[in-house]
């Protein structure tokens, strides 16, 4: 039986009459990497805020690994979980190892943590520089650093890539697989389609607080695709077909036989197209 | 309670080299000197005035600097950070005011010998003053859990400076309008008390109650420094 590393069952948050999760339910198995995709603004990092105990819920259940969320404050509790937001500070004014230094010693790490988090987020080079020389994709890096040095049980990343340029992007995705098959699981906030569909097993989509749609990212594709297939021919003309249609079969082996296909295309939705047919509004 | 040497002394090093970066910051703590020499210069030997600076150093440098350290640290989102370690309450709270603790007894320090002051009984003065350091420490990290950027903290410690600094001289208006004998249950008024005392060779009872006051200050504010960081470990 697979243990759950978070458990949320009809969790809604209202900050006074605004209400910016209502009645969420899902379970993210241990190492899973699990994408919570929304827009600005669905309730992404409220949620994040609830699983690390910086929110309580207004009403439902969310455990973190086996425990009530709100026991994530316990100091004990904090060492079993990374997190990396947008409101994840550093010391300008110490060196990028100074700033890893301070929390591999809070969390009582050997000195090889920070070599090996620097290397995670390919920033061996920068180590003496301080903070504020950086710019803003390697700040994001070394917050990412700082979140993964004690390699927790669980990592909360709120938009890990957003700053970061493609070659970086790639190598923090290389990283977290890497940490995600020595078992950590991960809980990932995004509204890039692309980064969740590389990294994630399965994702949930958010729109207005309310999950309007969860599951592995090939299982909603097929789940929401018209089962339609594009075959343009070399004169130019375009011609949709249903694959559950049996006259397609004998059009396309028409087609082959006069050797006039010059591309065939399965018209399979994108992540951010499922999301757009689910919600009606776009994920940006 | 949850406490840990490692951590406390993590993040005292850590704020060690913010603060000695930190010019706008550290420049306050050479302010004390500037008026004590300025005072001895001048041939004023009065209990009251080496207070007046006294008082003015603890405002000044230690409810300033603690304030603006806790208000930098909320500005710059790491105080969250902090919080979000497994680093307890207690570590955090007594890191973060072991620097200005050490900074505000070497502080204090070389502006007594500035100002000349040879106080009767060094030991209880020294007591005297450690108590004040942990309710100015308390005050100012009071303040800077309330504001949000640096600049709000400093405007925010101007009322500490003048209520604990200048509260005790309204003292001598007390006999024209009683109401103004309040101030002498300040702190501040207390430790000016306890000082003269110490040159008249005060009643022990006496001593006692001074120090009884300042140590309710120093408890009831360390309370609320302690309560308001609870409520600032969340948002809602």
Redesign the interface.
């Given at each position: 039986m697979t243990m759950a590393a978070i458990e949320v069952t009809n969790v809604k948050k209202a900050f006074g009459t605004f209400t910016a999760l209502e009645d969420v339910s899902f379970t993210i198995n241990k190492g899973e990497i699990f994408g919570f995709l929304g827009p600005s603004g669905s309730g992404k990092t409220t949620m994040i805020k609830i699983l690390t105990a910086q929110l309580e819920q207004t009403a439902g259940e969310a455990r973190v690994l086996g425990l009530p969320s709100i026991d994530m404050k316990k100091s004990e509790n904090k060492a079993r979980f990374g997190i990396l937001t947008d409101n994840s500070g550093l010391y300008k004014r110490l060196t990028v190892e100074e700033n890893l230094l301070l929390f591999s010693n809070i969390y009582d790490l050997p000195k090889s943590a920070i070599d090996e988090a620097l290397e995670f987020v390919n920033l061996t080079d920068a180590r003496k520089k301080k903070v504020s020389e950086l710019s803003k994709g390697m700040i994001q890096r070394v917050t990412l650093a700082r979140a993964i040095m004690h390699k927790p049980d669980l990592l909360f990343l709120d938009e890990p890539t957003s700053a970061l340029d493609p070659v970086n992007t790639r190598h923090i995705y290389n990283g977290l697989r890497k940490l995600n098959d020595k078992g950590t699981t991960i809980f990932l906030t995004t509204h890039d389609m692309t980064e969740a569909e590389t990294l994630c097993n399965r994702v949930a989509f958010l729109h207005k607080g309310k999950v309007r749609a969860i599951g592995e990212p090939a299982q909603l594709k097929h789940q929401y695709s018209d089962h339609s297939m594009t075959v343009e021919l070399m004169t130019g003309e375009e011609h949709i077909l249903q694959l559950d249609d049996h006259t397609a079969a004998v059009k396309l082996s028409e087609w082959m036989s006069e050797k006039s296909i010059l591309r065939i295309q399965t018209n399979e939705p994108t992540l951010g197209d499922i999301f757009m047919q689910v919600t009606g509004s776009d994920l940006q | 309670m949850?406490i840990s040497m490692?951590?406390i002394?993590?993040?005292f090093?850590?704020d060690y080299?913010?603060f000695s970066?930190?010019y706008a910051i550290s420049i306050m703590v050479f302010m004390p000197f500037i008026l004590a020499l300025f005072y001895n210069k001048m041939g004023i030997n009065t209990i009251d005035a080496y207070f007046m600076t006294i008082n003015l150093t603890l405002a000044m440098v230690t409810a300033f600097i603690q304030s603006c350290l806790i208000a930098e640290?909320k500005e710059?989102?790491?105080?969250?950070?902090?919080m979000?370690?497994?680093?307890?309450i207690a570590?955090i709270l007594i890191g973060k005011s072991s620097l200005v603790f050490s900074i505000s007894a070497i502080v204090l320090a070389l502006t007594v010998y500035l100002l000349g002051y040879k106080p009767a009984n060094v030991l209880v003065l020294a007591l005297a003053l450690a108590v004040s350091i942990v309710f100015y420490i308390a005050v100012g990290t009071i303040c800077g859990l309330f504001t949000k950027t640096v600049m709000e903290a400093s405007v925010a410690t101007l009322p500490v400076l003048v209520i604990f600094s200048f509260g005790p001289m309204v003292l001598g208006l007390s006999e024209k309008y009683p109401i103004a004998g309040i101030a002498e249950w300040l702190p501040s008024a207390q430790l000016i008390l306890l000082a003269e005392g110490l040159e008249t060779a005060m009643p022990a009872k006496e001593v006692f109650i001074s120090f009884a006051v300042m140590i309710g200050w120093t408890i009831a504010a360390v309370v609320i420094a302690s309560i308001l960081y609870k409520k600032r470990?969340?948002?809602?």
């Open positions: - | 949850n490692k951590r002394q993590a993040i090093m850590k080299k913010e970066r930190n640290e710059s989102n790491t105080l969250r950070s902090l979000m370690s497994p680093a307890s570590d470990m969340t948002d809602d």
